[in-house]
Structures are given as structure tokens and as C-alpha cells.
């Protein structure tokens, strides 16, 4: 199971519910939280794929008001240096592809 020890959490208006995702991250081995704080390691966003960009770009320096337009889940998600994935990542796992993500997380 891909996301075996793995919390994960959700942030943002997304296109599933927060139900149907918390049992698809236990059909994949992980545990859902409601909360980001230390024990998250994945967190899923519809900003997930903004905030992948900003944090590769972090090097060189991220305009500031792109940041502040990212929810205070992801700028706590930030803080603790959590993946932030889109939607798209549960899926990739249903159709057993490997993540890049879960790679980085190792």
C-alpha cells in the first residue's frame, strides 16, 4: 500500500469530498487528518501544483503576493516543509503509477 505511514490531509475547495478522499488515502494504507501540523507529510490542495512550483523556485525567490494568496493550511503546510500535492495524486496512485511525491517524502 503506497501511502502506508503516511498522515495525510486535505486543504482548499476541492473537486471530491473530504469523505470520499479519507477513503481513498485508508484504501492506499495512510491516515487521514483534519489537522496540518508535525505528524502530516502529504497534504492535498487544489494549490498543490502552485505550491510545488513555489517551493522549487524558493532558491531564487517567490513574488510575495503569490504567497499570501495560499490558505493558512498550506502556509502552515509550508512551515513544517510539507508535500503539497494536487488532487491529481490519488489518482496516480489508483492507476499504480509511482509518485514522485512519495519518493521525495522517503
Known amino acids: ?3 502506508t505511514g503516511y498522515v495525510v490531509s486535505t ?3 476541492l473537486s471530491t469530498s473530504a469523505a470520499t478522499i479519507q477513503k481513498q488515502i485508508e484504501r492506499f494504507g495512510g491516515t487521514f ?3 496540518i501540523d508535525e505528524n ?5 490542495s487544489s494549490q498543490g501544483s502552485f505550491f510545488l512550483f513555489a517551493s522549487e523556485d524558493r532558491d531564487r525567490g517567490t513574488r510575495l503576493d ?4 495560499l ?5 502552515d503546510a ?3 516543509n510539507i508535500h503539497v500535492v494536487s488532487e491529481e495524486f490519488l489518482t496516480e496512485i ?3 503509477r509511482p509518485s514522485v511525491v512519495i519518493e521525495k517524502c522517503k
Not at 40 to 44: C, D, P, S, W
Not at 66 to 69: A, L
Open 1 to 3: 500500500q503506497p501511502l
Open 11 to 13: 486543504a482548499g475547495r
Open 33 to 35: 487528518s483534519t489537522k
Open 40 to 44: 502530516v507529510g502529504i497534504v492535498i
Open 66 to 69: 503569490e504567497v499570501q494568496k
Open 71 to 75: 490558505s493558512k493550511k498550506i502556509q
Open 78 to 80: 509550508q512551515a513544517l
Open 94 to 96: 489508483e492507476k499504480d
